[in-house]
């Protein structure tokens, strides 16, 4: 168990709960009543057409960030809108404070076009290290909780990863091209062998999941925003699972990964995924 994870397990005792309401909170008050509602002008493009940012992004953010830092004060927020709107938020990532790292919808495309899924990611994290993880799919009823050293639930259920079953296609989740250097591209047509289905990714959080509960068997992401990864690399890790990048080191939160990098149901997907990514 680290150290850091030792000075917040008394307050991870205390507030794994209260936690767990201002995540549901934020995204009855802020999400769910502008899903399938939102006007044209609720709808900005960031980067271009697959890069979007909602008004619901940005106020469940907003209200995320007062409720967790209230709850732990001394620590910080690395939000996605906040880390877009001025870069040098990221940096927190390299303080002594504990972060909160959060995505207030993840897959907001999905969002935006009246899919159910996407998610609400929360991660508290502290020297690189993350001690707790919460995943919630509103408009699924779905809530997917990891504390380190103490396993995953969905739901308040067990999560098991499992193993790929043996004869089967290994199915795995890839990042869209539209987020892919070509050199990534070329990366990814590895997995494109006998044996293995690639598909396109939805929410990164939904896909992690899916890692976690064995309906799917490793992703393949080409991206290292920590808000897309740090929730649900928790939530694969304390269900059973492994993750590991191009270079066989787990991922770093901070940047300088050798991507494209995968979760996965066991180890030994993990290294069969890296190798086909020609790690």
Not at 68 to 74: C, F, H, N, Q, R
Not at 84 to 93: E, F, K, S, W
Not at 146 to 156: I, Q, W
Request: proline fraction near 6%; glycine fraction near 10%; charged fraction near 20%.
């Amino acid at each position: 168990m680290i150290e850091h994870f030792s000075e917040l397990r008394g307050f991870l005792d205390r507030h794994l709960d209260d936690v767990t309401e201002a995540v549901r909170e934020a995204a009855a008050a802020q999400v769910m009543p502008r899903f399938r509602q939102l006007a044209d002008d609720d709808i900005v493009q960031k980067s271009g057409p697959h890069d979007l940012v909602t008004s619901a992004d940005r106020l469940a953010e907003v209200q995320l960030t007062g409720a967790l830092t209230a709850l732990l004060p001394g620590s910080v927020v690395v939000g996605e809108e906040a880390v877009h709107a001025d870069p040098g938020v990221y940096t927190a990532l390299d303080g002594d404070a504990p972060v909160w790292i959060v995505d207030p919808v993840d897959g907001t495309r999905q969002f935006v076009h009246g899919d159910p899924g996407f998610c609400t990611l929360v991660a508290l994290v502290r020297d690189g290290e993350t001690l707790a993880s919460w995943t919630y799919a509103p408009a699924l009823g779905e809530l997917a909780l990891a504390v380190r050293g103490e396993g995953a639930t969905l739901n308040g259920t067990p999560l098991a990863a499992g193993s790929p079953a043996g004869g089967e296609p290994l199915t795995v989740a890839t990042s869209h091209p539209d987020f892919t250097t070509p050199a990534q591209k070329e990366a990814l047509l590895g997995l494109r062998t006998p044996g293995v289905a690639p598909r396109p990714c939805g929410s990164a959080g939904l896909e992690y999941l899916a890692v976690a509960r064995g309906t799917c068997d490793a992703t393949a992401f080409s991206w290292e925003a920590a808000w897309d990864h740090a929730a649900g690399l928790l939530l694969v890790t304390e269900a059973g699972g492994a993750h590991l990048t191009r270079d066989r080191v787990p991922f770093r939160y901070r940047g300088g990964n050798a991507l494209p990098f995968t979760a996965a149901r066991d180890a030994a997907t993990a290294e069969r995924v890296v190798k086909l990514l020609g790690g």
